[in-house]
C-alpha cells in the first residue's frame, strides 16, 4: 500500500486554490483569442479584450482573476493501492483550502445559509470522493463562483421527451440566464443517473479540457449541436451580443431509471477556474 | 455611443443625457453594497435611522473584493450580479441614489424606477475585477465591518470605466436571445 503524507495533500490543495484563481487556464485563454478574432461587434471584441488583459494582470500581479473565488469544489479520486497518512482526507482538503484562501488572500465566500454569517475561512469545501484502480491520489479542483452557479438547474425529464426535451431545456435555459452568469459561459452538462447524480456528472464535465473531443462520437455530436445552438442564441460576450455566448459545451451520460430521464445543466463563467494534481 | 467623463455626485443632468451604450469613465466617490448590506441599510431606514454615506447623487456598486494585499489599495474589485438586489433599488432610487453598477439583468420595477427617479444602471465587465480594481485607488470600510467582504466601503474611483445599460427614457443594451435561430 503506497502512502502519501498528509502534508503534501494540503500544500498542494493550497497551491491549487491560489494557481487557479490568479492564472487563466491555457484553454480557455486559446478560446477567448479565438473568439475575439471571430466577433465583428466591437463590444464583444471589447469585453473579450478586457478579459485577456484581466488574466494578464492577474498572473503579474497575482491578484485574483474575479474577487469571487468561489466555494472550493474537490472532485477526489482515491486508488485503491494508495492511503493518505497523516490525518483525515477530508480534513487535510479543507486545511490546504483554508491555507490557499488565506495566503492568496481570495476572497473567502462560505456562510450560514440562514444567518448569511461568513464562516471567515472559505471551509467547508465540497468535496467529492471517488475510488479508482491504482496507487495515486488525484484532486481536481474549481473555484465556482456564485453568479454562474446561481444560473444553474435540474430537471426530471420523462423519457419521452428524449434529446429534444433535453435540448429545449438547456437552451431556454441558457437564454434566460442572459447576461447573468458571466458570458460566453461552459455549460456542463450531466444527463442520467439520478437527481444528484445528474448535477455531480454536469459539474465534473467542466474539468475537460474546453478544445478536447468526447471520446463517444454520438455524445461529441450532441455537444457540438447544443454548442451550435447556443451560439445562435446571440447573447455574446457580457450579454451585449455577439457570436460567442458559450465557450464550451461538455456533457456527461450515465445510465438512469427506466421511468427518469435526469438533466443538470451547470453554468460556469468565462474564467473556467480549475486545477488538479496527482499525489 | 457617446463617451463621457462624469463625477460623483451624480447629478439629474448628468443622468438624462446618457443613453444605454454610451461609455462613462465615473471618478470621485462610490459605495459598495452588496446583499447583506442592503438588508442592514433597509433595517436603518425603515428605523428612521440615519445611513452611513449620503444617498443624494450617489453610485453604489454591488461588489464584494477580495481582500487588498500587502501595497494595494483593494483586492479585485468586479461586479456582482445584480437582479439580488432588485428588490431594494426602486426605494434607494427614490431616496436619492442616482446609479447602480453590476451586471446582469434588472427588473421592470427597477427600470420603472430609474425612469421615475432619473436614474442610470452601469454595467462593468464581470470576471475582469484585477482589471476593475486598478480604477480604485483608495478604500475605506465605512460600516458593517462584521460583513467582512460584504461591508459598505466608500472607494474613490478614477476613471472607472463603465458601459450604460439602462438609461433614465428606458433604454436598454442587453440583447434579447433569438430563441427562434437556436432551434
Redesign the interface.
Known amino acids: 500500500m503506497r502512502e502519501i503524507q498528509g502534508k503534501d495533500v494540503v500544500e498542494a490543495v493550497a497551491a491549487m486554490c491560489m494557481r487557479a484563481n490568479t492564472e487563466l487556464p491555457q484553454d480557455v485563454r486559446r478560446r477567448l483569442e479565438q473568439a475575439m478574432a471571430e466577433e465583428d461587434s466591437p463590444?464583444a471584441k471589447e469585453?473579450l479584450r478586457?478579459?485577456l488583459?484581466?488574466a494578464d494582470?492577474?498572473h503579474d500581479?497575482?491578484?485574483?482573476?474575479?474577487?469571487?473565488?468561489g466555494l472550493a469544489v474537490f472532485y477526489v479520486e482515491i486508488g485503491d493501492d494508495c492511503r493518505v497518512v497523516g490525518g483525515n482526507l477530508r480534513e487535510l482538503i479543507n486545511e490546504g483550502t483554508r491555507k490557499g484562501y488565506a495566503d492568496g488572500?481570495?476572497?473567502?465566500?462560505a456562510c450560514d445559509p440562514m444567518t448569511?454569517a461568513?464562516t471567515?475561512d472559505g471551509t467547508p469545501a465540497i468535496i467529492h470522493f471517488d475510488m479508482v484502480p491504482g496507487d495515486r491520489l488525484k484532486i481536481s479542483y474549481m473555484a465556482k463562483g456564485?453568479?454562474a452557479e446561481?444560473m444553474s438547474r435540474v430537471t426530471m425529464l420523462a423519457p419521452a421527451q428524449g434529446w429534444a426535451g433535453i435540448?429545449k431545456f438547456v437552451?431556454?435555459r441558457?437564454?434566460e440566464a442572459?447576461?447573468?452568469?458571466?458570458p460566453p459561459t461552459v455549460i456542463g452538462i450531466g444527463i442520467g443517473g439520478t437527481f444528484e447524480h445528474a448535477a455531480k456528472i454536469a459539474k465534473k464535465s467542466l474539468l475537460r479540457e474546453l478544445d478536447d473531443t468526447h471520446p463517444d462520437p454520438a455524445v461529441a455530436a450532441m455537444e457540438k449541436e447544443l454548442e451550435e445552438?447556443?451560439n445562435?442564441?446571440?447573447?455574446?460576450p457580457?450579454?451585449?451580443?455577439g457570436k460567442t455566448t458559450v465557450l464550451g459545451v461538455k456533457i456527461t451520460m450515465e445510465p438512469c431509471h427506466l421511468a427518469s430521464l435526469p438533466l443538470a445543466v451547470n453554468v460556469q463563467?468565462?474564467?473556467q477556474r480549475h486545477e488538479e494534481v496527482v499525489l | 455611443m457617446a463617451e463621457y467623463k462624469l463625477n460623483t455626485p451624480l447629478t439629474d443632468e448628468a443622468i438624462e443625457q446618457l443613453r444605454a451604450g454610451d461609455v462613462v469613465f465615473l471618478s470621485g466617490t462610490i459605495h459598495s453594497a452588496r446583499?447583506?448590506a442592503h438588508k442592514k441599510l433597509f433595517e436603518l431606514l425603515d428605523a428612521g435611522k440615519e445611513l452611513p454615506f449620503e444617498l443624494e447623487g450617489s453610485a453604489i456598486y454591488y461588489?464584494?473584493?477580495?481582500?487588498?494585499?500587502p501595497g494595494?489599495p483593494i483586492?479585485?474589485?468586479?461586479p456582482?450580479?445584480s437582479?439580488r438586489m432588485d428588490t431594494y433599488a426602486p426605494r434607494l432610487h427614490s431616496l436619492g441614489m442616482k446609479a447602480s453598477i453590476g451586471?446582469?439583468?434588472r427588473s421592470d420595477e427597477v427600470r420603472e424606477a430609474m425612469k421615475k427617479h432619473k436614474g442610470v444602471y452601469f454595467?462593468a465587465?464581470?470576471?475582469?475585477?484585477?482589471?476593475l480594481?486598478?480604477s480604485i485607488v483608495e478604500s475605506k470600510v465605512i460600516a458593517f465591518d462584521e460583513?467582512?467582504?460584504?461591508a459598505i466601503r466608500a472607494m474613490k474611483v478614477k476613471d472607472f470605466p463603465l458601459?450604460v445599460i439602462n438609461d433614465c427614457h428606458g433604454g436598454e443594451?442587453?440583447?434579447k436571445?433569438?430563441?427562434d435561430?437556436?432551434?
Open positions: 463590444s469585453v478586457q478579459l488583459e484581466n494582470l492577474a500581479t497575482k491578484l485574483p482573476l474575479c474577487q469571487d473565488c488572500y481570495l476572497r473567502k465566500s448569511r461568513n471567515g456564485g453568479g446561481n435540448k437552451v431556454e441558457v437564454a442572459g447576461p447573468n452568469p458571466c445552438a447556443l445562435a442564441l446571440g447573447i455574446g457580457m450579454g451585449l451580443g463563467c468565462h474564467s | 446583499d447583506a461588489v464584494g473584493p477580495s481582500p487588498a494585499p494595494r483586492g479585485s474589485a468586479g456582482t450580479t437582479y451586471k446582469g439583468k454595467g465587465t464581470g470576471g475582469a475585477g484585477a482589471l480594481s486598478n460583513l467582512g467582504p460584504e458601459l443594451l442587453y440583447v436571445p433569438k430563441l435561430t437556436a432551434g
